[in-house]
């Protein structure tokens, strides 16, 4: 039985005074499962990229719990902060992130270097996820000389390298044409498939979603549906055609998602 690696309890997030209050986020709850590939999909402004802030340290919670491995994430300081937002969580950003003044090699090594990881690991990991990621020939170049698609697989492998306990994904194919979108979620399918990569995804794309093995549909701030792919015997473009159904009931499109 697979472990919880995440738990969201009762989370809030409210903006603005008591008579004029919005609320981001409205006492969600759910768990991560160890090796989970889990979708966030709902409308813009509808919370969903709160709760990966959230989690990620980048905001406060108003109330609730945020425990990674049963430790609360909102009691962290100091140097156990660095270290939960260095090796405890990666973040694959929508537009990419990268620094422009180092190449795809550098952008992805840094993280080890700042976490004090040796040169050797350093090429071995590298290596290893270059190779899956298929960019080994943009390591030498700037991030101005490659595709889009190049560099958001540039981007993965950076919040992969410290071999964090679980990659949060924001929009991670917002800013990809549909080809480097499917090439990039078919990789991140494959590392959690065979590599065991807990993910947690936040996207309005219900193609990305439909790689997923689990979805949470946010709107205002609670969640309001959950569709689970049942593994192994439905297809990925039958998953698909669930999500369609969960949308058109709400109003959703194809390009609109809910």
């Not at 986020?25 to 590939?37: N, P, Y």
């Not at 080994?136 to 950076?158: C, H, N, T, W, Y």
């Not at 590392?191 to 946010?218: K, P, Q, W």
């Amino acid at each position: 039985m697979k472990e919880k690696i995440l738990e969201i309890d009762s989370l809030k997030k409210y903006y603005g005074k008591q008579n004029n209050q919005t609320k981001a986020l409205d006492g969600i709850s759910f768990q991560v499962m160890s090796g989970e590939f889990l979708g966030i999909m709902g409308s813009s402004g509808s919370g969903k990229s709160t709760i990966l802030n959230c989690i990620a340290t980048v905001i406060q919670p108003t109330e609730g719990s945020i425990k990674i491995e049963g430790n609360e994430v909102r009691s962290l300081k100091g140097h156990k902060l660095a270290e939960y937002r260095g090796r405890k969580i990666g973040y694959l950003f929508q537009n990419f992130e990268l620094l422009d003044n180092l190449t795809g090699r550098e952008n992805i090594l840094l993280p080890l270097s700042i976490h004090g990881i040796s040169e050797k690991e350093s090429r071995e990991r590298i290596k290893a996820l270059a190779g899956y990621l298929e960019i080994m020939e943009v390591l030498d170049k700037f991030p101005a000389q490659m595709s889009g698609g190049q560099k958001q697989r540039i981007a993965a492998a950076r919040s992969l390298i410290l071999e964090p306990q679980i990659v949060l994904a924001d929009e991670p194919t917002g800013a990809l044409d549909s080809k480097s979108a499917k090439s990039l979620m078919e990789k991140l399918a494959g590392l959690n498939r065979e590599g065991s990569a807990t993910i947690l995804m936040v996207t309005h794309d219900s193609n990305a979603a439909s790689y997923c093995s689990r979805i949470l549909f946010i709107q205002d701030g609670t969640i309001f549906h959950e569709l689970r792919r049942k593994l192994p015997e439905e297809t990925q473009q039958e998953f698909y055609q669930r999500i369609l159904q969960v949308m058109a009931q709400l109003g959703g499109g194809k390009q609109n998602v809910l």
